[in-house]
C-alpha cells in the first residue's frame, strides 16, 4: 500500500508563491509517476502536472504553464509543486495521486488534500 500526504496550502495574496509537498510512504514508492491535481469548490477535477518516476518526464496544463515547477527527490520520497504567480483562480484543494502509468487520469493512489487559497 502507498501513502500520500500533501502538505503546505495555505491562504496566500495573488502574485504570492507556495511550494506543496506530497510525502510518500510504503513501498517502491519511487516506481511510481506522480500527478498533481486539484478540484475547485464547484467544478471538476483538474490534472495539472505530471512527473515521471525517474523525474525525467513532467507535463503542465496550459493553466498554470510557465508558473508551476513540478520535481521530486526520490531520496525523500517526496514530489514537490512550487507555485508562483498565485491568481485567485488558483483557489483549490490540490491532490497528489500515485500511477503505475505516466501521467494518466486514474491513478492508483491518492492523497487526502491540501487547501490552497488565493485572495487578497
Known amino acids: 500500500q502507498l501513502r500520500l500526504v500533501e502538505s503546505g496550502g495555505g491562504l496566500v495574496q495573488p502574485g504570492g508563491s507556495l511550494r506543496l509537498s506530497c510525502a510518500a510512504s510504503?513501498?517502491?514508492?519511487?516506481?511510481?509517476?506522480i500527478g498533481w491535481f486539484r478540484q475547485a469548490p464547484g467544478k471538476e477535477r483538474e490534472k495539472i502536472s505530471c512527473i515521471s518516476s525517474g523525474g525525467g518526464s513532467t507535463e503542465y496544463a496550459d493553466s498554470v504553464k510557465g508558473r508551476f515547477t513540478i520535481s521530486r527527490d526520490n531520496a525523500k520520497k517526496t514530489v514537490y509543486l512550487q507555485m508562483n504567480s498565485l491568481k485567485p483562480e488558483d483557489t483549490a484543494v490540490y491532490y497528489c495521486?500515485?500511477?503505475?502509468?505516466?501521467?494518466?487520469?486514474?491513478?492508483?493512489?491518492w492523497g487526502k488534500g491540501t487547501l490552497v487559497n488565493v485572495s487578497s
Open positions: 495521486a500515485a500511477s503505475s502509468f505516466y501521467c494518466s487520469n486514474y491513478p492508483n493512489y
Open positions: 510504503g513501498f517502491t514508492s519511487r516506481n511510481y509517476d
